[in-house]
């Protein structure tokens, strides 16, 4: 199998809550390589979430190492970071986090201004990928008059604005009925199919889960299992 | 890219409208301040300078010491016409006359009035006078060497501001008991108390007044091309001779117009920095106002740095767009400070010009209005420099926690 593309090796995050210390992540390993469509399950408290910000290059670990693409992400600066992430990894959240005071149209072209993509080639591209996500027709609306799916649909454009070859979802589905639960997951299954996007899915939701080709289970910070 | 920050700061501006407003206020109470203080200020120091200008820089004024310039009439020491044979024997001096202030009791049908009475010489020395007074008589003529108990009324009396009825030319006036005839009548000056005044020849003011040889104020004209510091400390020596004074201890003031100009000028420039430096202290409060706003903000939008960081913002991006932020929230006050500060300056002027103070004329030069929009922008961003560097400094995971 070729090199994976993130990789976690022996990954440590401890807390420090007063003078207590709180290990989330224990010695925790982990590949993931290129096309790989992977849901990380557990309950709260198991260091998912923890997992997911290592997975997404959001924090550093205690100890160990996390690799993306090869290079161990605590030799980066803050900004180096910032901007590989925007690279690489494209976030789609529970909450769908799209900036309120800006338009759909203008939350999916974000990204593009962060990496100071000009703007005409920034226009076409949050235009084509509106319309593929569906919402061609809503782009001039803020998030505030969006509904939750049409919210996430938004995101998930945003998410695929810079061609990152990393989708990392945490609860894609967590705030959304199960109607349009599915229809975001069948986006993000088109993602993976036609697109040959890498996929890490964050949930406690089996029936999010089974849509993986391998669910991580984990539990006190490390992984237990893996199911399929 | 700073194209697009400015365009996404002037969007979360005018979304937070409310809050917008609220945190400008202190910035335009005291831009507008400044704005209306400086233009009114402007427009008077024009108007005055171009009153001395007119004048010319070969005059000199005489006056007994402890006055200054429009306050005559109530000094200690006291200049007569013996001062003036001195002054007009003094070389370069081509001409020289002086004048006599009197408050003056005015009974004009049935009524009466106090006003200052002047002392205008009739004599060819009076003509120096008249070219710096820059007399112009809407009405009649001017005063001549054989009148005697002839007046000419300030415009003011003719306009019936003062008395109930018109004072006209031929008309009786009595002051200080005596019978005068209005000969003519004076244009507008401008100030409201000089187009009050009456004229009357020097020698009936003498006799009216029982003022044998005083006088307030003596003006001279030098001759073309002498050199007019030199001829004011000739004029000095001879008059500190003639009143036996040591140098140092005048009991007299000999000024050039310029000097005058000078002298105002610094005490306005002065009064005009206080005033300022007061009316700044509201724009120290609209710059802590703007960093307190900030600061909310960037608490508000804790979720949204980490959103913004998550997706590929640099600290760099982040503290740009709030400095931005901050610095349009600045000069947004500033854009209404200056038009309210502009609206109030030309109310004064209209206001002043309603008293009969014509000479006001609010100025709004453009290095004003820009000045003070890239002044109060400055003050947005410095305002938010701590706030910015707060947001830039939020780790994403942090932020992306934050409820």
Known sequence: MNKPIIELKDVWKIYQIGHVKIPALRGLSLSIHSGEFIAIMGKSGSGKSTLMNMVGCLDIPTKGRVNLYGDDIASFTESDLAQTRGKKIGFIFQKFNLIPTLTAFENVMLPMIFQGIPFEERKKKAQSLLSMVGLSERSAHRPGELSGGEQQRVAIARSLAIDPEIILADEPTGNLDSKTGKMVMDLIIKLHKEQKKTIIIVTHDEDVAKYAQKIKVLRDGLVIGQKK | ?403
């Open chain 2, 1 to 403: 890219m700073i194209k697009d920050y400015v365009k996404f700061a002037l969007k979360t501006l005018k979304v937070r409208k409310t809050r917008t407003f609220l945190t400008m206020l202190a910035v335009f109470i005291g831009i507008a301040a400044i704005v209306s203080l400086i233009s009114l200020g402007q427009g008077l120091e024009n108007a005055i300078s171009e009153q001395f200008e007119a004048l010319g820089t070969n005059k000199i004024m005489v006056s007994p010491a402890g006055t200054f310039f429009g306050a005559v009439g109530d000094s200690v020491s006291e200049i007569t016409e013996e001062d003036l044979d001195v002054i007009q024997k003094v070389s370069k001096v081509k001409q020289a006359g002086g004048m006599l202030y009197k408050m003056a009791r005015l009974e004009f049908d049935e009524e009466v009035q106090y006003t200052w009475a002047i002392g205008l010489p009739t004599d060819e020395s009076g003509d120096v006078i008249n070219e710096i007074a820059t007399f112009n008589y809407v009405t009649g003529r001017e005063l001549k060497e054989s009148d005697k108990y002839k007046v000419v009324v300030g415009i003011r009396l003719a306009e019936a501001d003062i008395f109930d009825k018109e004072v006209k030319v031929r008309d009786k006036l009595k002051i200080e008991g005596y019978e005068f005839k209005v000969v003519g009548g004076m244009g507008r000056i401008g100030n409201p108390e000089d187009d009050r005044q009456v004229y009357i020849p020097l020698e009936t003011a003498r006799e009216v007044f029982n003022e044998p040889d005083k006088l307030d104020i003596i003006m001279i004209e030098t001759t073309k091309g002498a050199s007019v510091p030199a001829v004011v400390e000739d004029i000095k020596k001879e008059l500190r001779d003639f009143r036996e004074v040591e140098e140092g201890e005048e009991d007299f003031n000999v000024q050039t117009f310029e000097e005058m100009m000078e002298t105002f000028a610094v005490v306005f420039t002065l009064v005009q920095a206080i005033l300022i430096g007061i009316a700044s202290i509201s724009l120290l409060v609209g710059g802590v106002s703007i960093m307190n706003t900030m600061y909310t903000s960037v608490l508000q939008r804790t979720r949204e740095i980490g959103v913004m960081k998550a997706i590929g913002a640099k600290n760099k991006d982040i503290w740009i767009l709030f400095i931005i932020e901050s610095g349009f929230l600045g000069m947004a006050g500033g854009i209404i400070g200056v038009l309210i500060g502009m609206g109030l300056a030309k109310l004064v002027e209209l206001a002043a010009f309603q008293q009969g103070i014509t000479i006001l004329k609010a100025q709004f030069p453009w290095y004003l209005i820009v000045g003070t929009l890239v002044f109060s922008f400055v003050i947005g961003c410095l305002s938010g420099l701590a706030p910015a560097y707060r947001a830039s400094k939020l780790k994403p995971v942090d932020a992306l926690r934050y409820e």
